[in-house]
Every structure is written in C-alpha cells, then in structure tokens.
C-alpha cells in the first residue's frame, strides 16, 4: 500500500540553531570499549526514528520542545556515553571517550497538522530532512555528537520528535530503552526504572578468536556494473499485510510445510519478488540477511538494561535462478535456516572474525543482497513523554539495502 499525504510542496519549517544537551550532573570522565561487533565498519552510519504525538487537551499550555529538552539532560546522566565522542585506537578499535560535551538539540516548528501526512502514517516520509535537520558533519563517525534530536512543534498542537543515533553505539532496542526512560523522566520520574547498563565485553571475541560459522554476510563480493544499485530508479515504498494477505500467501506453499511463522512467510515472500524485480543474471548469488535480537535468545541471558549493540546478522545464500523457479516454499525454508543461527556461538563467532580479518568487513551493498529488520515487537509506540502514545513511532525511512517489519494502524 502506498502512502498518501497532503502535505503541500511548499511549506515552513522554523528551525533554531542546533544547540548541545549536556547531563544535568556532572558524569564520569573516562574511556569505555565497545565490543569486537560495534567495530564493524558495517554499524558507522546513523539511523534515524521518528514519533508522532498527537494534540492532548491535558497537557495544553505545556511546551513538548522544553520539557524534552530539559528531561533529556537527566536522562543523559544515566546514558552519560551517549554525551561523549567516539574515538578510533589501535587497529581501529572504537572507544567512547565519555567527555560529557553533549547532543544535539534542534527546537522546531512546522506550518502543518498532523493530519497532512495522511490516515496512514507509514515511512517515508515525505520531507523527512525538514523534520530531522542533517547539521552540516554531525553525520561523521568519530570525534562527532552521538545523538541528534529534533523537536517539531505542529500547528494543530501536535508535535514530532525525531532522533538520529549512531549504530555503533546501541541499536533499535537500546535507543528505545534511552527513549522509554527520557519519557518516565518527562512524565516525573527521578530516575530509570531499569539501570542502564554498558557491559560491552559480552560481545568481544574470545581468546583466542576463533570463528565458528560461516559467514556470507561479509563475503567479499565484486562491485559489478550488473551488481551495483542504480542511483536514478531506485524509490520507497510502505506495503501492508493484513490478514488476508497472509493468507493468500500461506494458500502458495506446499501441505507438509506447517511450522513457520508470519515473519518467515512475508520475509521470503519480499525477498522472492524483490529478486525477481532486479532481473539479475540467473547464476548471480542473492543473500538475504536477517537482523536477529540476541536479547531474548542469549546463554546466558543479558543483563536487564544492556542498551548496546545485541544483534547479528545470519544470512543465506543461494542463486538468483534457484531462488525464482522455485516455488515459495524454497524461499520458506531458506529463511528459517537464517532464524537458526542465533545462538550465543554464533555473535561470538562474529566478534572473532572482526578481530581475525581486521574492522574493515563490510555488509555487501549490493542488489543481490538483502536484509530484513523485525521492528514489529519493539513497541516504540510506547514512549510517552506526557502527551500518551505515540500514533506512529519507528524508522523514518528504508536504509540502503535494509527493509523493515513494522506495526500498521491501518
């Protein structure tokens, strides 16, 4: 399903100059490790999630721009690594020097309503640069602002908030948690109600390294003309699967496939029809890589808090011919492999091929790679800075190669 809006092609958006959050206590001035996954080259971009609020008559006269920004320096004194900088040591290894200089604050105000995105709200969204201001080099990696919000004041009293945070720092759910916590600050809390907690040595390699799986998901493939995305037809688009969808779909595999799940079904599906879109060559290898959360699958379990990095990338491998002109219950069986590999042996197999093969392993940006993020369950929705639920929470936009599961209020 596309997206409608009414967004007009010409409106204002009065932006104040970026300013820096600091924490509102002095915090601990030292040097904190990542673990051997966050130096992948592959996590130095940044991700960028938006949240819509609605107008809410209780909370008339109470400025959301303010409050965020005030509560946002308490909560920075419990992530206080997320006011520091990132700092590269010997044989690229990333390190946070925890300097307390702060994020960036931009205050906003848009001459729309909230209504104007459409009855749907589904990524993209259109003018998203509006609504999350790139300030000139804040996107770099090192020595540069972890975190960037943005506070959009609309004129029918509702309102945006929208961060950008560096992968290599914390992922979907570690944000959440930073976001979660800032709401219960801004509703009145005086502290989180769960500690935050660093302990990135759980996802360092072991001593020695010693790589246990294999890994497609950086193999080294060669940029061909025939493999390279094309920059001039490439466009977004949000689809929605409801039930009857799913049905449909279910109707196109085999009896004795029985135990799959939703996930795995609509993951194949995509992955099908998108291969046979990009028409490439029949011999040409696809991967697909699935963006798997070790929270609830980690041996032993992490500790409750942990807000870094908790997900590796296990992938599959076949050829685009194969893929095709087999019916979809291939593509069914295909992912669940990927699902397999999750265990704890599997990251740390990750982290000791960082450190054997250098921090350099990129994720193939290529077409015939594809990755899929399960964002359904991560109740972002559930931030609540005063003004209740958000009616949209959850990425702004697809990333490269990346497409993501989210909840639907249609």
Same mark, same amino acid.
């Given at each position: 399903m596309a997206i409608?809006?009414?967004?007009?092609? *010409?409106?204002?958006? @009065? @932006?104040?100059?970026?300013?820096?959050? !600091?924490? *509102?206590?002095?915090?601990?001035?030292? @040097?904190?490790?990542?673990?051997?996954?966050?130096?992948?080259? /592959?996590?130095? &971009?940044?991700? =960028?999630y938006n949240q819509f609020y609605r107008f809410d008559p209780a909370m008339q006269g109470k400025d959301p721009v303010k409050i965020i920004r005030r509560r946002s320096k308490k909560t920075l004194v419990f992530y206080y690594p997320f006011a520091g900088r990132l700092r590269e040591g010997v044989n690229g290894k990333l390190i946070v020097d925890c300097t307390g200089e702060g994020v960036l604050f931009i205050e906003a105000d848009a001459d729309l309503t909230v209504e104007q995105f459409g009855a749907a709200l589904h990524p993209p969204f259109p $003018? &998203?640069?509006?609504?999350?201001?790139?300030? =000139?080099? /804040?996107?770099?990696?090192?020595?540069? =602002?972890?975190?960037? %919000?943005q506070v959009t004041r609309l004129k029918c009293g509702s309102f945006i908030f929208a961060i950008r945070f560096n992968h290599v720092i914390c992922d979907g759910t570690g944000i959440k948690q930073f976001m979660f916590d800032m709401g219960e600050i801004a509703r009145g809390a005086s502290s989180c109600s769960i500690s935050s907690v660093w302990e990135k040595h759980l996802f360092d390699a072991e001593d020695p390294p010693l790589v246990t799986f294999k890994h497609h998901e950086y193999d080294e493939v060669e940029a061909t003309a025939a493999a390279t995305w094309p920059s001039d037809n490439l466009v977004q688009r949000s689809f929605f699967f409801g039930p009857d969808?799913?049905?449909?779909? @279910?109707?196109?595999? =085999? !009896?004795?496939?029985?135990? &799959? !799940?939703?996930?795995?079904?609509l993951t194949a599906c995509l992955w099908r029809c998108r291969t046979i879109a990009?028409?490439?060559?029949?011999?040409?290898k696809v991967r697909m890589l699935c963006a798997a959360n070790l929270r609830p699958r980690s041996n032993p379990s992490l500790p409750s808090g942990y807000y870094g990095n908790a997900f590796v990338f296990p992938s599959e491998i076949t050829t685009v011919g194969k893929l095709v002109r087999n019916p979809l219950g291939y593509a069914v069986e295909l992912v669940k492999q990927v699902k397999a590999n999750t265990k704890m042996e599997y990251p740390k197999s990750v982290a000791a091929l960082m450190v054997s093969r250098g921090?350099?392993?990129h994720l193939p940006n290529v077409m015939?790679?594809? %990755? %899929? /993020?399960?964002?359904?369950?991560?109740?972002?929705?559930?931030?609540? $800075?005063?003004?209740?639920? *958000?009616? $949209?929470?959850?990425p702004a936009k697809a990333l490269g190669v990346i497409s993501f599961f989210i909840e639907s209020k249609c």
């Open positions: 409608d809006s009414e967004i007009p092609s *010409a409106f204002a958006v @009065r @932006r104040c100059k970026a300013k820096f959050v !600091t924490p *509102a206590k002095p915090s601990p001035h030292e @040097r904190k490790l990542l673990s051997d996954i966050d130096d992948q080259q /592959s996590l130095r &971009f940044q991700v =960028p $003018f &998203f640069d509006e609504l999350l201001y790139n300030v =000139p080099g /804040s996107d770099e990696t090192l020595n540069y =602002p972890l975190l960037l %919000i969808e799913v049905s449909v779909l @279910r109707m196109l595999l =085999p !009896t004795h496939l029985h135990n &799959f !799940t939703k996930f795995e079904l990009l028409n490439l060559d029949p011999d040409e921090k350099q392993l015939g790679s594809y %990755i %899929i /993020s399960d964002l359904t369950k991560m109740g972002y929705e559930e931030v609540d $800075f005063g003004w209740g639920k *958000a009616v $949209f929470a959850g």
